[in-house]
């Protein structure tokens, strides 16, 4: 903590605020990652800035890199205020600046997805007699495991001629954390557009090179680097975080490869057995709701099949399956025919009835 022009400097340590989502601390900064990551703090003082630091993409002047640089909102007491594509190495955003001592609660949220790019938050600035403090945990955990759909792909964007870009993906906007809002529950989110469990999105050959389960385990991958290094491949401890239930919506990718082929499904349902295993192995205690329909149906038999396998092998009983609305074209697309708004508060309405129901929660 360093006085600089009567102002304080202070970490972002669990002291001072609360951790969303699979975060890294490391020297001195929290890395985030994965969709919805950040931190949640409540302040009481008279002005407050934070500090990020962008990863190497940020600075990049490749064509390549332009829709790939990390997207990051900053929230006053649950309202949006600020919003910013993260091109720099070191910014420093002002949040509050008032001549009298306030109480606020501030939140900070990265809305573009892991494997483009990460972001860093290094200090909160404050003037010398603010207090900041960890916002209390909520009495509800959940845990979304998803691709592009839970990741808010292009949500922003209803040119369905544009591509994608991490500039139109906002994951607040997205089913998941509307769940979770609507349940007023805390959320992690490990999502990865184009992701699947037996095969990513695929035009023919097999994608093995993007599936999640390798990745579960991980705070999460990015191709995002800081000075060269990549720092989010670390073993996530599943102690941080327990989730009383585990929302499990894959095999939108899956079906790319899959379609009609029975070898081919076969083979999707032994790994998403094998996937519900891990999932089990980590979260010993935890209701898993699977979940999937909102852009193709075409693999929800396999699915029931792989969670009665399991159900019949492991004798879980702490597992169920809820199909989700096909998107309707009178409810518009998105970028590459991705959910719309109306969509994804369409399944997310469902969705927390369902919770709802199976948790006993009001």
């Excluded at 003082?45 to 490749?62: P, T, V």
Aim: proline share 3%; glycine share 6%; aromatic share 10%.
């Amino acid at each position: 903590m360093n006085s600089i022009n009567n102002l304080l400097s202070f970490s972002v340590t669990d002291n001072h605020v609360r951790y969303i989502g699979r975060t890294l601390f490391q020297n001195d900064i929290l890395w985030c990652a994965l969709s919805g990551s950040g931190i949640s703090f409540s302040f009481t003082g008279q002005k407050l800035a934070i500090e990020i630091q962008g990863d190497d993409r940020a600075l990049s002047m490749e064509d390549s890199m332009q829709n790939e640089k990390t997207r990051i909102a900053f929230y006053v007491d649950g309202e949006r205020i600020l919003e910013d594509m993260v091109t720099v190495s070191q910014k420093t955003y002002p949040i509050f600046d008032s001549e009298e001592m306030e109480t606020h609660q501030i939140q900070m949220i990265k809305l573009s997805e892991a494997p483009m790019s990460i972001i860093g938050i290094s200090k909160l600035i404050t003037d010398e007699n603010a207090t900041l403090l960890p916002t209390p945990e909520k009495p509800r955990k959940l845990e979304f495991i998803g691709d592009s759909i839970t990741c808010g792909y292009g949500v922003d964007d209803s040119d369905l001629t544009h591509t994608f870009s991490t500039k139109t993906e906002d994951m607040t906007k997205a089913y998941a954390y509307q769940t979770a809002q609507a349940l007023n529950a805390d959320y992690s989110m490990v999502s990865y557009s184009g992701y699947g469990i037996y095969s990513g999105y695929t035009e023919g050959a097999h994608n093995l090179s993007e599936l999640v389960p390798p990745y579960y385990t991980k705070i999460g991958f990015s191709r995002g680097t800081v000075n060269g290094q990549s720092i989010t491949m670390t073993e996530w401890d599943f102690q941080a975080y327990k989730p009383d239930m585990i929302v499990l919506n894959l095999g939108t990718n899956d079906f790319s490869y899959c379609q009609d082929f029975e070898d081919r499904q076969a083979e999707f349902v032994a790994h998403y057995q094998q996937f519900l295993q891990t999932i089990r192995e980590k979260n010993q205690n935890t209701y898993i709701l699977c979940t999937y329909g909102m852009m193709n149906q075409g693999l929800i038999p396999s699915i029931k099949k792989a969670i009665d396998s399991y159900q019949t092998e492991s004798k879980d009983e702490k597992i169920s399956f809820l199909p989700l609305a096909l998107q309707l074209e009178s409810d518009g697309y998105v970028v590459d025919y991705h959910p719309s708004i109306i969509t994804h508060t369409k399944a997310a309405n469902v969705l927390a009835d369902k919770i709802r129901e199976i948790m006993n929660w009001e």
